[in-house]
């Protein structure tokens, strides 16, 4: 996958810009779905004087992006902790002693 050959500090930018995405289309959601049409603030798309109702389907379809994006971040983060970190070899730790079967040194 393209993102697995990133570096670092790229695949946490794109977690934020999922999440900020994430963020702003619940909010828009959230405005669709409870504000009547007229009311609309002027800064939201879609605000028509006089009529009556909401926007049910761009606050449906803005929820969805905003669950999309939620995951996406989220998938994302996990693959970032879950990766191994660079020189986190499988030997023993210093100190710790011999392996099983090991003679002591």
Same mark, same amino acid.
């Given at each position: 996958?393209? &993102? =697995?050959s ?9 977690i ?6 994430g ?7 959230? =405005?669709? &779905? %409870?504000?009547?049409?007229?009311? &609309?603030? %002027?800064? $939201?798309? @879609?605000?028509h004087? @006089?009529?009556? *109702?909401?926007?049910?389907?761009r606050?449906?379809?803005?929820? &969805? ?6 995951? *996406?971040? #989220? ?5 970032v $902790?879950? =990766?191994?970190?660079?020189?986190? #070899?499988? *030997?023993?730790?210093?100190?710790? *002693?011999?392996?099983? @079967?090991?003679?002591?040194?």
């Amino acid at each position: 996958m393209w &993102l =697995e050959s990133a570096p670092m500090n790229t695949k946490w930018v794109w977690i934020v810009l999922l999440l900020v995405v994430g963020i702003v289309a619940a909010v828009f959601a959230g =405005e669709y &779905l %409870s504000t009547n049409i007229a009311h &609309l603030p %002027s800064w $939201v798309p @879609g605000h028509h004087a @006089g009529y009556k *109702g909401h926007m049910h389907k761009r606050g449906a379809v803005l929820a &969805l992006v905003a669950l999309l994006a939620f995951a *996406g971040a #989220g998938w994302l983060i996990y693959k970032v $902790v879950k =990766e191994p970190k660079p020189g986190a #070899g499988s *030997g023993t730790a210093a100190g710790a *002693g011999p392996g099983p @079967g090991q003679a002591p040194a």
